[in-house]
């Protein structure tokens, strides 16, 4: 599952953090062997990734 935002300058504001909070991979849970969340943020000036991170659920 991905998340994506934009975010003003290279600040961290926590798209993987918004997945785990709305536990939106949950109903995939009993379905899948293996669920991976990725978060991917985007700078709203440079328009270009600022920060990724990944986690298998």
């Given at each position: 599952?991905?998340?994506?935002?934009?975010?003003?300058?290279?600040?961290?504001k926590?798209?993987?953090?918004?997945?785990?909070?709305?536990?939106?991979?949950?109903?995939?849970?009993?379905r899948c062997?293996e669920?991976?969340?990725?978060?991917v943020?985007?700078?709203?000036?440079?328009?270009?990734?600022?920060?990724?991170?990944w986690e298998?659920?």
């Open positions: 599952m991905f998340e994506f935002k934009v975010i003003e300058g290279k600040e961290k926590g798209a993987l953090e918004q997945l785990k909070e709305k536990r939106y991979y949950e109903k995939y849970k009993e062997k669920i991976y969340i990725i978060g943020e985007f700078d709203k000036e440079e328009r270009n990734i600022a920060y990724f991170e298998r659920v």
